[in-house]
Antibody, heavy 115, light 106 residues
Framework: EVQLQESGPGLVKPSQSLSLTCSVT????????WGWIRKFPGNKMEWMGY???????SYNPSLKSRISITRDTSKNQFFLQLNSVTTEDTATYYC?????????WGPGTMVTVSS | EIVLTQSPTTMAASPGEKVTLTCLAS?????MYWYQQKSSASPKLLIY???ILASGVPDRFSGSGSGTSYSLTISSMEAEDAAIYYC?????????FGAGTKLELK
Protein backbone atom coordinates (compact mmCIF):
# COMPACT_ATOMS: atom_id res chain seq x y z
CA GLU A 1 0.00 0.00 0.00
CA VAL A 2 1.09 3.53 -0.69
CA GLN A 3 2.34 5.37 2.38
CA LEU A 4 3.53 8.95 2.68
CA GLN A 5 5.30 10.55 5.61
CA GLU A 6 6.14 14.20 6.07
CA SER A 7 9.19 15.27 8.05
CA GLY A 8 10.95 18.50 8.90
CA PRO A 9 11.33 21.19 11.55
CA GLY A 10 8.28 21.99 13.59
CA LEU A 11 9.43 25.54 14.28
CA VAL A 12 10.75 28.06 11.79
CA LYS A 13 11.67 31.68 12.41
CA PRO A 14 10.05 34.46 10.41
CA SER A 15 11.90 35.37 7.18
CA GLN A 16 13.63 31.98 7.09
CA SER A 17 12.86 29.05 4.79
CA LEU A 18 10.58 26.15 5.57
CA SER A 19 11.85 22.82 4.24
CA LEU A 20 9.86 19.60 4.39
CA THR A 21 10.42 16.11 3.05
CA CYS A 22 7.79 13.63 1.96
CA SER A 23 9.00 10.04 2.00
CA VAL A 24 6.96 7.65 -0.12
CA THR A 25 6.84 3.88 0.23
CA UNK A 26 4.89 1.33 -1.78
CA UNK A 27 4.84 3.39 -4.97
CA UNK A 28 7.35 5.12 -7.20
CA UNK A 29 7.27 8.90 -7.42
CA UNK A 30 8.31 8.53 -11.05
CA UNK A 31 4.66 7.69 -11.65
CA UNK A 32 1.77 10.13 -11.33
CA UNK A 33 1.89 13.46 -9.50
CA TRP A 34 2.76 14.37 -5.92
CA GLY A 35 1.44 17.38 -4.10
CA TRP A 36 1.63 19.56 -1.05
CA ILE A 37 -1.46 20.85 0.72
CA ARG A 38 -1.66 22.79 3.96
CA LYS A 39 -4.35 23.40 6.55
CA PHE A 40 -4.30 26.61 8.52
CA PRO A 41 -5.54 27.09 12.07
CA GLY A 42 -9.25 27.68 11.64
CA ASN A 43 -9.53 24.86 9.08
CA LYS A 44 -8.86 26.62 5.77
CA MET A 45 -7.19 24.25 3.29
CA GLU A 46 -4.82 25.39 0.53
CA TRP A 47 -3.32 23.49 -2.39
CA MET A 48 0.31 24.59 -2.65
CA GLY A 49 1.57 22.76 -5.71
CA TYR A 50 2.69 19.49 -7.19
CA UNK A 51 5.53 17.78 -8.99
CA UNK A 52 4.89 15.38 -11.82
CA UNK A 53 6.35 11.99 -12.69
CA UNK A 54 8.73 13.81 -15.07
CA UNK A 55 9.76 16.47 -12.59
CA UNK A 56 7.65 19.32 -13.94
CA UNK A 57 5.92 21.47 -11.38
CA SER A 58 2.79 23.55 -10.89
CA TYR A 59 2.37 26.02 -8.08
CA ASN A 60 -0.41 28.02 -6.53
CA PRO A 61 0.06 31.57 -7.87
CA SER A 62 -0.41 32.91 -4.35
CA LEU A 63 2.90 31.23 -3.49
CA LYS A 64 4.69 31.25 -6.81
CA SER A 65 7.55 33.54 -5.86
CA ARG A 66 8.30 31.68 -2.62
CA ILE A 67 7.71 27.99 -3.32
CA SER A 68 9.81 25.22 -4.80
CA ILE A 69 8.96 21.53 -5.05
CA THR A 70 11.76 19.16 -5.98
CA ARG A 71 12.43 15.45 -5.75
CA ASP A 72 15.05 12.75 -5.28
CA THR A 73 13.93 9.72 -7.24
CA SER A 74 16.76 7.58 -5.84
CA LYS A 75 15.30 8.02 -2.36
CA ASN A 76 11.66 8.13 -3.51
CA GLN A 77 11.23 11.48 -1.78
CA PHE A 78 9.93 14.86 -2.78
CA PHE A 79 10.47 18.14 -1.03
CA LEU A 80 8.82 21.44 -0.25
CA GLN A 81 10.72 24.66 0.24
CA LEU A 82 8.86 27.82 1.16
CA ASN A 83 10.96 30.95 1.45
CA SER A 84 10.51 34.13 3.48
CA VAL A 85 7.96 32.63 5.81
CA THR A 86 5.74 34.70 8.07
CA THR A 87 3.44 33.77 10.92
CA GLU A 88 0.71 33.33 8.31
CA ASP A 89 2.53 30.22 7.07
CA THR A 90 1.84 28.48 10.37
CA ALA A 91 -0.12 25.39 9.34
CA THR A 92 -0.23 21.62 9.16
CA TYR A 93 1.47 20.53 5.95
CA TYR A 94 0.40 17.42 4.07
CA CYS A 95 1.91 15.59 1.15
CA UNK A 96 -0.37 13.51 -1.04
CA UNK A 97 -0.46 11.44 -4.19
CA UNK A 98 -2.40 12.96 -7.07
CA UNK A 99 -4.07 10.55 -9.48
CA UNK A 100 -6.47 13.08 -10.88
CA UNK A 101 -7.54 13.49 -7.27
CA UNK A 102 -5.61 13.27 -4.00
CA UNK A 103 -6.06 9.77 -2.72
CA UNK A 104 -3.27 8.85 -0.32
CA TRP A 105 -2.14 11.48 2.18
CA GLY A 106 0.57 11.62 4.78
CA PRO A 107 -0.42 12.16 8.42
CA GLY A 108 0.69 15.78 8.23
CA THR A 109 3.32 17.77 10.05
CA MET A 110 2.60 20.91 12.01
CA VAL A 111 4.88 23.86 11.33
CA THR A 112 4.85 26.94 13.51
CA VAL A 113 6.46 30.16 12.35
CA SER A 114 7.56 32.12 15.37
CA SER A 115 10.57 33.96 16.67
CA GLU B 1 -9.55 31.23 -9.14
CA ILE B 2 -12.67 29.15 -8.55
CA VAL B 3 -14.22 29.83 -5.16
CA LEU B 4 -16.14 27.04 -3.48
CA THR B 5 -18.83 27.97 -0.96
CA GLN B 6 -19.95 25.24 1.39
CA SER B 7 -23.14 25.27 3.43
CA PRO B 8 -24.00 25.00 6.15
CA THR B 9 -20.87 26.02 8.01
CA THR B 10 -21.84 23.90 10.97
CA MET B 11 -24.67 21.53 11.64
CA ALA B 12 -25.73 18.82 14.07
CA ALA B 13 -27.59 15.67 13.11
CA SER B 14 -29.21 12.90 15.14
CA PRO B 15 -28.38 9.23 14.56
CA GLY B 16 -30.40 7.97 11.61
CA GLU B 17 -31.04 11.45 10.22
CA LYS B 18 -30.42 12.24 6.57
CA VAL B 19 -27.74 14.89 6.03
CA THR B 20 -27.11 16.95 2.91
CA LEU B 21 -24.08 19.21 2.52
CA THR B 22 -23.77 21.56 -0.41
CA CYS B 23 -20.89 23.08 -2.33
CA LEU B 24 -21.40 25.90 -4.81
CA ALA B 25 -18.67 26.83 -7.27
CA SER B 26 -18.12 30.34 -8.62
CA UNK B 27 -17.56 28.86 -12.08
CA UNK B 28 -18.56 25.58 -13.62
CA UNK B 29 -16.37 22.62 -12.70
CA UNK B 30 -16.16 19.22 -14.32
CA UNK B 31 -16.35 17.19 -11.13
CA MET B 32 -16.41 17.64 -7.38
CA TYR B 33 -14.39 15.77 -4.79
CA TRP B 34 -15.30 15.32 -1.14
CA TYR B 35 -13.05 14.69 1.84
CA GLN B 36 -13.73 13.87 5.47
CA GLN B 37 -11.38 14.99 8.21
CA LYS B 38 -11.60 13.91 11.81
CA SER B 39 -9.70 15.80 14.55
CA SER B 40 -5.96 15.58 13.82
CA ALA B 41 -6.14 12.89 11.12
CA SER B 42 -5.34 13.59 7.49
CA PRO B 43 -8.22 14.18 5.07
CA LYS B 44 -9.83 11.01 3.79
CA LEU B 45 -11.14 10.80 0.22
CA LEU B 46 -14.87 10.02 0.27
CA ILE B 47 -16.15 10.81 -3.23
CA TYR B 48 -14.37 11.41 -6.52
CA UNK B 49 -15.65 12.35 -9.97
CA UNK B 50 -18.72 13.81 -8.21
CA UNK B 51 -20.42 10.54 -7.36
CA ILE B 52 -17.98 7.64 -7.14
CA LEU B 53 -17.39 6.25 -3.66
CA ALA B 54 -13.76 5.80 -2.70
CA SER B 55 -12.65 2.38 -1.58
CA GLY B 56 -13.93 1.41 1.85
CA VAL B 57 -16.40 4.29 2.15
CA PRO B 58 -19.80 3.19 3.48
CA ASP B 59 -22.62 3.32 0.95
CA ARG B 60 -24.65 5.65 3.15
CA PHE B 61 -22.48 8.36 1.56
CA SER B 62 -23.36 9.61 -1.91
CA GLY B 63 -22.46 12.55 -4.10
CA SER B 64 -24.27 14.35 -6.88
CA GLY B 65 -24.35 17.55 -8.85
CA SER B 66 -23.07 19.25 -11.96
CA GLY B 67 -21.88 22.60 -13.20
CA THR B 68 -21.70 24.89 -10.19
CA SER B 69 -23.83 22.99 -7.68
CA TYR B 70 -22.82 19.83 -5.87
CA SER B 71 -23.91 17.94 -2.78
CA LEU B 72 -22.77 15.22 -0.42
CA THR B 73 -25.50 13.18 1.25
CA ILE B 74 -25.34 10.87 4.23
CA SER B 75 -28.48 8.76 4.10
CA SER B 76 -28.46 7.88 7.80
CA MET B 77 -26.19 9.71 10.21
CA GLU B 78 -23.93 7.62 12.41
CA ALA B 79 -21.77 8.76 15.31
CA GLU B 80 -18.58 8.06 13.38
CA ASP B 81 -19.65 10.55 10.69
CA ALA B 82 -19.00 13.51 12.96
CA ALA B 83 -16.20 15.35 11.18
CA ILE B 84 -15.35 18.26 8.94
CA TYR B 85 -16.26 17.77 5.27
CA TYR B 86 -14.47 19.61 2.47
CA CYS B 87 -15.26 19.89 -1.21
CA UNK B 88 -12.39 20.29 -3.66
CA UNK B 89 -12.30 21.32 -7.31
CA UNK B 90 -9.58 20.01 -9.60
CA UNK B 91 -10.88 21.49 -12.85
CA UNK B 92 -8.47 24.40 -12.97
CA UNK B 93 -5.44 25.56 -11.06
CA UNK B 94 -5.12 26.78 -8.46
CA UNK B 95 -7.05 23.85 -7.10
CA UNK B 96 -9.33 25.13 -4.35
CA PHE B 97 -11.12 23.77 -1.31
CA GLY B 98 -14.33 24.90 0.26
CA ALA B 99 -14.13 26.26 3.80
CA GLY B 100 -15.60 23.07 5.19
CA THR B 101 -18.77 21.98 6.92
CA LYS B 102 -18.45 20.84 10.51
CA LEU B 103 -20.92 18.03 11.14
CA GLU B 104 -21.64 17.19 14.75
CA LEU B 105 -23.67 14.46 16.39
CA LYS B 106 -26.82 15.67 18.11
Amino acid sequence: EVQLQESGPGLVKPSQSLSLTCSVTGYSITSNYWGWIRKFPGNKMEWMGYISYSGSTSYNPSLKSRISITRDTSKNQFFLQLNSVTTEDTATYYCARYLGYFDFWGPGTMVTVSS
Amino acid sequence: EIVLTQSPTTMAASPGEKVTLTCLASSSVNYMYWYQQKSSASPKLLIYYTSILASGVPDRFSGSGSGTSYSLTISSMEAEDAAIYYCLQLTSTPYTFGAGTKLELK
